[in-house]
């Protein structure tokens, strides 16, 4: 029996995608070379890559104005990429502190430069999701968090913003649909809801690059990564197939709204479970107090 597991990730994969991904370890399309073997320049590996950002744009609905990306370094990279690549020297950016992921992007964030908290929840312990705040005209760019795993908070609508919206949807993306032209740049881990530890996904608006007056190390440089395909360095191959066989099985049961509904019911699942609980406790905690 398959074994559940209620950590915040890594996830749980589809059993096709593992089944999928095992077999191409051995050997993959009947080529006689593991796929931890072939080259990362290679017919069949551009072949995988090029279906991997094709289903994410699919499923998700990316304009074609928009990069999609497969780097690495985990989305805790991501906290110094954003700002090395919006923040100019002189300018500012915006963040909503909503949990630890985001107070981690911050503390990045203050390292390349001026970084202002526009609305924090830390004063009730991360226990809801900041609004009614006022998103300064004159910053860089605002950044926010969708869901907040250790504490169970999740923004259900986001900002109408007059500067550049930037993302952290780690352990939501493909959850729920989204539209993606309302942010410029949106990064995600993959061990939540896509793939293994090992890649990171980024959807990036193309023409939000090239505007900063700093140095960019040339590994933190988005351009780098456009240019180069994400292929600039060696990427992570095995990663990268995982997310592909997952995306392909997600594509297959009618993409992000068929996965909603299977999310919506898991939570009405868990909600009468809780009820249940708390019934069944509110007896002996009346009998505990009548002692």
């Not at 926010?144 to 352990?171: A, E, F, H, L």
């Not at 881990?189 to 040339?218: E, F, H």
Request: proline share 6%; net charge positive; with cysteine.
């Amino acid at each position: 029996m398959k074994k559940h597991n209620f950590g915040a990730g890594p996830g749980i994969l589809p059993e096709e995608a593992l089944r999928k991904s095992a077999q191409a370890v051995l050997d993959l399309n009947g080529t006689g070379l593991s796929l931890l073997e072939i080259s990362h320049r290679s017919k069949d590996f551009d072949a995988i890559l090029q279906k991997a950002k094709s289903l994410v744009r699919e499923l998700l609905g990316v304009p074609e104005n928009y990069s999609i990306l497969f780097l690495q370094g985990g989305a805790s990279t991501q906290f110094a990429m954003v700002p090395y690549n919006l923040l100019p020297v002189d300018g500012k950016a915006a963040y909503i502190e909503s949990g630890v992921w985001a107070n981690k992007a911050i503390k990045e964030a203050k390292m390349v430069g001026n970084t202002e908290v526009l609305a924090t929840s830390k004063d009730k312990n991360f226990s809801y999701i900041p609004k009614n705040f006022s998103i300064p005209a004159d910053a860089a760019y605002l950044h926010v968090t969708s869901n907040n795993t250790i504490y169970g908070t999740q923004m259900k609508s986001y900002p109408d913003s007059p500067i550049p919206v930037v993302c952290d949807m780690s352990s939501d993306i493909f959850s729920k649909p989204v539209d993606v032209s309302k942010f410029d740049l949106i990064y995600a881990g993959a061990q939540k809801n896509m793939g293994p530890a090992g890649v990171t996904l980024v959807i990036i608006k193309n023409d939000i690059c090239g505007k900063v007056n700093r140095t960019i190390p040339t590994m933190l440089n988005y351009q780098t990564h456009i240019e180069g395909d994400s292929l600039y360095n060696t990427p992570p191959v095995f990663p990268i197939y995982v997310c592909m066989a997952t995306l392909e099985w997600l594509q297959s049961i009618g993409g992000v709204p068929a996965i909603t509904k299977i999310n919506q019911k898991k939570l009405q699942c868990s909600m009468l479970k809780l009820i249940v609980i708390l019934c069944l406790l509110e007896p002996l905690q009346l009998k505990t107090v009548q002692k």
